[in-house]
Structure formats: structure tokens, C-alpha cells
């Protein structure tokens, strides 16, 4: 039954380490696209307040 549950818990112990590191990844990716977004949404608002 120890073995078992080992086998049973190893896994989930994968895929919250894997969760935890996906989130340190993902995170400030998220961060830096939106920034990014940010700055191209103002940037065309720019341009289209300038063809106006």
C-alpha cells in the first residue's frame, strides 16, 4: 500500500512542481506581452488620432 500511494503521489508531485515552474514562466510573460500590448494599442490609437 506505501508503494502504491509513493507511485500515486510522485506524479502529482510532477505536476504541481510542473504548475509552479509553467506559473514563474508564464507570469512575467504575461507581464511583458501586456506591456508590450499596451505600448501597440497606443501606438495605433497614436496613428489613428494622427490620421484624424
Known amino acids: 500500500e506505501e508503494i502504491f500511494s509513493e507511485e500515486v503521489e510522485s506524479p502529482k508531485k510532477r505536476f504541481l512542481g510542473f504548475l ?13 506581452l501586456f506591456g508590450e500590448d499596451m505600448k501597440f494599442y497606443k501606438s ?3 496613428k489613428k488620432s494622427l490620421l484624424k
Open 44 to 46: 495605433m490609437l497614436g
Open 20 to 32: 509552479r515552474s509553467a506559473l514563474d514562466f508564464f507570469l512575467p510573460l504575461c507581464r511583458f
